[in-house]
T-cell receptor
C-alpha cells in the first residue's frame, strides 16, 4: 500500500485565497520532505527541502513568502500557497525520505487550479 | 550543479518490441545514484530502476534494464517486450549523496513513450 499520502488530490480555489497541501508519511518517520512543482508535460522542478523542526530550504527563484512550508512533525509536511494566482496553477508533488541513502517515496500529487 | 538531459521528447514502439530511452548527465561527483521513473496519466511517480554509480554492473528489473556508462555520463533505459501499460512519461533522475545537494533529485526533461498495439 501507499507509504505517502498527499491531500487533496485536486483543489480549485479563487484568486487571492490560500491553499494548504498536506503530505504525510504513513509507515515511517520522515526526516526530510521535498516539494516539487510540475507543469503539464514538463519535468519536476524542486521547490524546497523541508527538514523536521527546522526552516525549509528554498531553491533559487522560489518565493518563500508565497510558498510556505511547515514540517512540524516527523510524519507531516504542509505546503501553503498564499494569495494564489492563476499562474500558480500546477501539479504539486511531495517526496518523502526516511533517512540518508534510503529510498524516498512520492505522494500522489495535488492538481491546483486557481480561477 | 548537476544537470540531466533527455534528448528525446517523444518515442514510440510497437507492442512486444524493444525501445531504448536516452539520458545523459553532468556531474563532478564520483558517487551518486541514477534513477528512471515512470509517470503514467495518473501522474503518480513510479520507480522503474535504480543504479548506484559505484556499481559497474548494469541494473535490471524484469523487462527493464539500463546501460550505465559512467565515463561517458550516460544512463539509457531499455524496455524489452514492450506492453501497452508501459506507455507513460519517463524521467531520468540524478541524486547526490553528499554536499549541499544531498538527497535532492534532479530530473531530466522527460520522454513521452507511446506503445502501439
Amino acid at each position: 500500500g501507499a507509504v505517502v499520502s498527499q491531500h487533496p488530490s485536486r483543489v480549485i480555489c479563487k484568486s487571492g485565497t490560500s491553499v494548504k497541501i498536506e503530505c504525510r508519511s504513513l509507515d515511517f518517520q520522515a526526516t526530510t520532505m521535498f516539494w516539487y512543482r510540475q507543469f503539464p508535460k514538463q519535468s519536476l522542478m524542486l521547490m524546497a527541502t523541508s527538514n523536521e523542526g527546522s526552516k525549509a530550504t528554498y531553491e533559487q527563484g522560489v518565493e518563500k513568502d508565497k510558498f510556505l512550508i511547515n514540517h512540524a512533525s516527523l510524519t507531516l509536511s504542509t505546503l501553503t500557497v498564499t494569495s494564489a494566482h492563476p499562474e500558480d496553477s500546477s501539479f504539486y508533488i511531495c517526496r518523502v525520505s526516511r533517512g540518508p541513502n534510503t529510498e524516498a517515496f512520492f505522494g500522489q500529487g495535488t492538481r491546483l487550479t486557481v480561477v | 550543479a548537476q544537470t540531466v538531459t533527455q534528448s528525446q521528447p517523444e518515442m514510440s514502439v510497437q507492442e512486444a518490441e524493444t525501445v531504448t530511452l536516452s539520458c545523459t548527465y553532468d556531474t563532478s561527483e564520483s558517487d551518486y545514484y541514477l534513477f528512471w521513473y515512470k509517470q503514467p496519466p495518473s501522474r503518480q511517480m513510479i520507480l522503474v530502476i535504480r543504479q548506484e554509480a559505484y556499481k559497474q554492473q548494469n541494473a535490471t528489473e524484469n523487462r527493464f534494464s539500463v546501460n550505465f556508462q559512467k565515463a561517458a555520463k550516460s544512463f539509457s533505459l531499455k524496455i524489452s517486450d514492450s506492453q501497452l501499460g508501459d506507455a507513460a512519461m519517463y524521467f531520468c533522475a540524478y541524486r547526490s549523496v553528499s554536499g549541499t545537494s544531498y538527497g535532492k533529485l534532479t530530473f531530466g526533461q522527460g520522454t513521452i513513450l507511446t506503445v502501439h498495439p
